[in-house]
């Protein structure tokens, strides 16, 4: 029996001796099989970054390439990042293991077992593997940390080179480009006409549908935005005032639509000839350019023709004259249009392999017409009259014509100086620095001209009732029924989604416009989303939103789970209902402060950083700030808890009034004598409070109503009823009721109780109640009585009597008694 008995303790012995040798070589194990596969990752990015590093030194003329050669770079430091954040964990297993372990024994001492030596040896080895990983990663990332330094000085050197070049400007210079004119309009004719004569013979069915498939798409993005927008787009003729957010709207719309169309069928054109292999790559190159350049001219054309409307001055958004206005839209059209010519010609030039001298001759042309057009639309005087409304020359008659203004003084010098700076530039021989002038007053102008009626657009959208009034309100309005608080705050909505629209659009396009490539845009924004330092804080917004995210889920998983244990558990357990509040309110509280914690922590924000701000209320508190912290933290328990909400009434001891606004420290209380009152929140928290509106704004009203003795009390009932069931503000239901409350020393008291739907309404009731008594009263003869005294004048003495004895006391010297209200 007694071997039987100790057989389990000691199979447990050796289990947990086999669970304590295998334990390290688990641990090892695993730490083997992480360094193995991080050195292969690090090898990987060794081999990418040797391969950039190349590439960059190939494309260093290329701005383009040198730009995702970047982006790689720093996917490369974040994977190097990873890497070494992938041996934390378990290098402190290991330093934690060598602690565990000790020092080895030194001389004299008794020697250790050998396995604790193999165990220190290999834990060693495996620090020094990670140690050298670790190192390593450091160096490439080292590495690509000055590739992408090198690379940011590459292009601003290569941005400054394109603009600074100078080219000799001479005399010579005409008869050369007047030769070299006539060789390469012929060879553009014949590469022309060979690329037509082959997509005709070969390709024609591929043409067709490629360009009918792209008319399909124009089609459907313009006609389903002129179905949806309707009048947004299409200034009506017959309208003779419409308002300023019509007129912003129709041109804003009517701008971006068909733009947003010819976008879209050239786009499509052109990804489908290419698909189809209709295209040359030479024949490509070029109508890429043209495409390019038709689109931003007809843009610009659209836009300067919506915001002068030269044939409709009612929809003008200036108050420029007519002929004005026609002047106007032709040089913008001509200015953008000679601009994008420029561009075609350098393209074709470049694909045909021309000369040189061709190219400087052509933009030496077109940058000096760009630089004189600019100068030409500073000098027209477009305003007349005084009015700021669009087109009044045409409805007004004046005995005298009105003297045209010019432009504002900083506007009509700018054009002076960017034009001039182009012609100057041009004349010089900085062709590079002349044709980016010009392609940014053409392009970056446009782009910020339209962003500037977006904006104007987005504000009168905002302007109280201003969208209620639209077309789109309107049938919003009978499609679903809205109303016009709804329709306002939709308005207030669409306000800024039109903000952010156009910040979208706009911004990345003007940076497009000013050399920054699409790759810098993306690493920006990755940049802003995921790590935005403050000092030595990191905050990501990603992370932030995540965090809200999880708070708001876990905000309504607090409030379901407190109305379910609140309804189906403590509701059938027959609580008392002050501990069915206070459970339920320690789960809300809880569950909130649950919620905002894991919704911190998911957003990246270190809750070690929160002690420093208990420090400092602590310290606060030590200073005298105690009555300032608990207004502090009533303020947010009344904004957590909200027994009152702005725009209650309220009464808190003396106090009576309307609350205004809610703060942490104090609560504004706006009486009906309209003085406003700031009571600190303490003493809300701290003291009885009645709201008159917490729920809803039912409430009662009592009126009381006084009759003389020997009046009919059931037809003063029956009056008393009529008239407050009568009364249209009372409600119906609860009913009113008449209360006969006493017999008082005067007269018999009643009182009216009525229930009303507003309480705020109650002293229009009470007026309306109490005119319809008195008048009642007077019809059927029923008395109000007032207190009485019979006065009785004895030996120069004033006696009072009752009214009952005054018939039968006899009166001294005739003197008749005082009644009626000038009886004391």
Do not use: C
Not at 251 to 268: D, E, G, H, K
Not at 325 to 347: C, E, M, P, S
Not at 781 to 787: H, N, Q, S, V
Request: hydrophobic share 50%; net charge negative.
């Amino acid at each position: 029996m007694h071997l039987p008995t100790h057989r389990p303790a000691a199979l447990a012995l050796a289990a947990l001796l086999l669970l304590v040798l295998a334990l390290p070589a688990a641990l090892a194990q695993q730490a083997d099989t992480v360094i193995a596969e991080q050195e292969r990752v690090i090898d990987e990015i060794r081999n990418r970054v040797e391969a950039l590093e190349a590439a960059t030194e190939a494309a260093a003329e290329d701005d383009a390439q040198l730009v995702e050669i970047r982006l790689e770079l720093e996917e490369v430091a974040d994977s190097l990042l990873q890497a070494g954040l992938a041996f934390r964990p378990h290098l402190a297993e290991v330093n934690a293991r060598l602690e565990q372990l000790g020092p080895p024994p030194e001389e004299g001492q008794p020697a250790e077992p050998d396995i604790v030596t193999e165990e220190r040896l290999r834990l060693l080895a495996q620090k020094g593997q990670i140690n050298a990983l670790i190192g390593e990663a450091e160096a490439l990332s080292i590495t690509a940390s000055r590739l992408i330094e090198q690379i940011t000085a590459m292009r601003r050197d290569l941005f400054a080179r394109t603009l600074s070049k100078r080219y000799e400007i001479s005399f010579t210079l005409i008869g050369e480009v007047v030769r070299d004119f006539g060789v390469e309009a012929q060879e553009l004719y014949n590469t022309v006409a060979s690329w037509l004569r082959f997509a005709v013979a070969f390709k024609l069915t591929s043409l067709l549908v490629a360009t009918l498939l792209a008319l399909i798409a124009a089609a459907i993005i313009f006609l389903g935005g002129k179905r949806l927008f309707g009048s947004l787009i299409v200034a009506e003729p017959e309208a003779e005032d419409p308002s300023y957010l019509s007129r912003l709207s129709v041109a804003f719309w009517s701008t971006l639509l068909p733009s947003i169309a010819l976008a879209v069928f050239l786009s499509a054109t052109y990804f489908l000839y290419v698909s189809y292999g209709v295209l040359r790559p030479d024949i490509a190159r070029i109508m890429l350019t043209l495409f390019n350049v038709l689109a931003v001219v007809y843009f610009v054309h659209r836009l300067s023709r919506a915001a002068l409307s030269p044939r409709l001055p009612n929809w003008r958004l200036m108050p420029v004259g007519s002929r004005a206005a026609r002047t106007l839209v032709w040089l913008v059209f001509a200015t953008a249009a000679i601009n994008g010519l420029d561009y075609v010609l350098t393209t074709i030039n470049e694909v045909l392999d021309a000369p040189l001298a061709l190219t400087v001759g052509q933009s030496l042309a077109a940058t000096v017409a760009v630089g004189l057009l600019v100068i030409l639309i500073g000098t027209v005087k477009p305003f007349t009259g005084d009015s700021g409304e669009a087109g009044q020359e045409e409805a007004a008659a004046p005995a005298a014509p009105a003297a045209a203004r010019p432009w504002p003084t900083w506007l009509r010098y700018l054009l002076y100086l960017l034009g001039g700076a182009t012609i100057v530039s041009a004349v010089l021989g900085y062709i590079g620095l002349a044709r980016f002038l010009s392609q940014q007053i053409v392009v970056t102008g446009a782009i910020l001209v339209t962003m500037y009626i977006g904006f104007l657009s987005a504000r009168a959208l905002s302007e109280a009732d201003a969208f209620t009034h639209t077309a789109l309100a309107q049938r919003l309005k009978r499609r679903f029924a809205f109303d016009d608080g709804t329709l306002d705050k939709l308005g207030l909505a669409t306000s800024i989604a039109v903000n952010l629209l156009v910040l979208v659009w706009g911004v990345p396009l003007i940076l497009f416009q000013w050399g920054f490539q699409w790759g810098d845009i993306r690493g920006w924004v990755t940049r802003l989303v995921t790590e935005v330092h403050i000092g030595s804080v990191t905050i990501s917004l990603v992370g932030i939103l995540t965090g809200i995210v999880v708070f708001a889920i876990g905000y309504f998983l607090t409030r379901w789970f407190q109305s379910w244990v609140d309804g189906s558990v403590m509701a059938r357990g027959r609580m008392d209902v002050g501990v069915r509040n206070s459970i339920k309110t320690a789960i809300g509280y809880a569950g909130l402060a649950v919620a905002a914690l894991i919704g911190i922590s998911a957003a990246g924000i270190d809750l070690s950083n929160l002690a420093l701000v208990a420090g400092a209320l602590s310290l606060g508190i030590g200073f005298g700030l105690q009555n300032i912290v608990s207004n502090f933290v009533s303020g947010l328990i009344l904004l957590a808890e909200r027994p009152f909400k702005a725009g209650d009434w309220i009464v808190a001891g003396q106090v009576s009034g309307t609350v205004k606004k809610i703060s942490v420290r104090a609560t504004e209380i706006e009486t009906f004598q309209r003085q406003t009152i700031i009571l600190p929140n303490s003493e809300l928290i701290n003291a009885a409070v009645g709201n008159w509106t917490h729920k809803n704004s039912l409430g009662r009203l009592e009126i009381p109503v006084g009759v003389a003795y020997g009046s009919d009390v059931r037809k003063v009932h029956d009056i008393l009823m009529e008239i407050a069931r009568g009364h249209p503000l009372v409600l119906k239901n609860p009913e009113p009721f008449i209360l006969f409350a006493g017999f008082g020393e005067s007269s018999l008291d009643f009182e009216i109780r009525v229930y009303l739907a507003d309480i705020l309404t109650q002293l229009e009731v009470l007026n309306d109640i109490r005119f319809a008594v008195v008048e009642a009263f007077e019809r059927e003869a029923i008395e109000i009585p007032f207190p009485q005294r019979d006065i009785h004048i004895k030996s120069g003495r004033i006696t009072a009597a009752e009214p009952d004895a005054a018939a039968s006391a006899p009166m001294a010297r005739g003197a008749a008694p005082l009644e009626g209200p000038d009886a004391e």
